[in-house]
């Protein structure tokens, strides 16, 4: 009898472990997406006559095409809409891949079915 209230206590805590790291992969995973989003339309609005799809290679040799071409009052404008957004998409993926690569989140991980970025 004096097990049970241990055992309810452990399983409480593992149950609220595993909801935390599933929420923390979760926006990850959407401020990832929304980052790579305000990219893509920060490049829209360098180049107007090409819209940019929201992927990371298509972003990554889009940038290496258009920031040769930019004038230099548009530096500015590159580095708040593309620049930095871009940065922190790339910190937040690299966060993402690590959390999932150690040993207690990567079973959530596993469970959930969260893959690398």
Known sequence: MGFIPIFLTLGGAV???????RQSLAN??????????????????????QSVPANLGAIKSFVQEV??????????????LVK??????KLTRL????????KPYSFVAKIFGYEAI
Do not use: C, R, W
Not at 84 to 89: H, K, R, S, V, Y
Not at 95 to 102: A, D, P, T, V
């Open 84 to 89: 930095t957004p871009l940065n922190q998409a």
């Open 15 to 21: 149950l609220l472990f595993i909801m935390v790291v």
């Open 95 to 102: 966060q993402y891949n690590q959390l999932i690569s150690k």
């Open 67 to 80: 920031k040769p071409k930019l004038k230099p009052e548009e530096l500015s404008t590159y580095e708040t």
């Open 28 to 49: 990850k995973k959407l401020q990832f997406d929304e980052l790579l989003n305000v990219v893509a339309a920060g490049l829209s609005k360098l180049s107007i006559n």
